[in-house]
């Protein structure tokens, strides 16, 4: 039985090509894998699909329901970022750069999680212990997607690992400019032109547990807040949708990249302790923190720190 190799549920860059470079890895060294995602090719965000293109990738399998299958997870370890069934599936492998989650196993597996700003860098580092050469379209996406999760260095989740991976990767997959690569990705990541409120906020969205409480937190990267001026009242009413579902808390980074700061929206059963996770005041619903780029590392454990994980 091939093992699926498979990210979170609403996919980025990173899951998607840490995925097919898992894969490819894997069957490298004689073990029958096959990139997988929690999506249709055709519901990829458009920053994952233009890296697909440009780099001549296959989309990866989608995959409904993990139970019974032989699965490898890459960047999550959260059962409530995977797919149905996977509390039923034999996980062999994870490897990720997030905290570590609530995955639990029978058996020992590979577990490879590091401080990085992306699972592509840990992947760099696996194709070299193993004496693999990575295949130039697969570079390419793992390139894309360090270049997307550090924000192009920007994000304090970055670190030498990162730009050292990328240094590596650019000459594999042939790519000299990387500021251009990064720049046409965020006019793909950026782009809402078009796209329904619930498309956007669940771009780049992830439910976690704190301390029984589910808050969702979305991610929208920006070029610049007014791109979403006049749809901000539409986004609110999607939230206030995804909120009556059960969670306690949703949250959406309006993050300006050029600005280097996020517009944070907020609708919670507790404003107050939001408001005391960032030390700031909400008005309307909304406050800018500036410097925040990264929910994994100023979102995310401000948020365990408030709910007291």
């Known amino acids: 039985m091939a093992i699926c190799v498979v990210g979170h549920s609403n996919p980025d860059t990173d899951s998607v090509t840490s995925a097919i470079s898992l894969a490819a890895l894997l069957n490298a060294q004689g073990q029958e894998a096959k990139a997988c995602m929690q999506c249709a090719a055709a519901d990829l965000n458009p920053e994952s699909a233009m890296v697909l293109e440009r780099f001549g990738l296959a989309a990866p399998e989608q995959i409904a329901d993990a139970a019974g299958k032989d699965i490898a997870l890459v960047d999550f370890s959260d059962i409530a970022q995977g797919p149905a069934g996977l509390d039923k599936a034999n996980v062999v492998t994870i490897v990720d750069h997030h905290k570590i989650g609530d995955v639990t196993t029978n058996n020992p597996i590979l577990f490879r999680a590091e401080p990085v700003g992306c699972t592509g860098t840990v992947l760099n580092k696996m194709f070299k212990d193993a004496g693999v050469a990575i295949p130039k379209a697969v570079a390419g996406g793992m390139l894309a997607a360090i270049l997307s999760d550090t924000v192009n ?157």
């Open 153 to 309: 260095f920007k994000s304090p989740t970055c670190t030498d690992d990162d730009k050292a991976a990328v240094a590596d990767l650019k000459v594999v997959a042939g790519v000299e400019d990387t500021e251009s690569l990064f720049m046409d990705m965020l006019k793909a990541k950026s782009s809402v032109a078009g796209v329904p409120a619930k498309d956007l906020l669940f771009r780049d969205y992830k439910d976690f547990d704190m301390k029984g409480n589910k808050v969702g937190v979305g991610q929208l990267e920006l070029a610049t807040l007014d791109q979403v001026a006049d749809i901000r009242a539409d986004l609110m009413k999607a939230m206030e949708a995804v909120k009556a579902d059960g969670r306690h808390s949703v949250l959406l980074m309006l993050t300006d990249v050029v600005k280097e700061g996020t517009d944070l929206v907020v609708l919670s059963d507790d404003p107050a302790l939001i408001e005391s996770a960032f030390n700031g005041k909400l008005a309307n619903s909304s406050m800018w923190v500036d410097g925040m780029m990264s929910r994994k590392k100023q979102t995310i454990p401000n948020l365990q720190k408030a709910f007291g994980c």
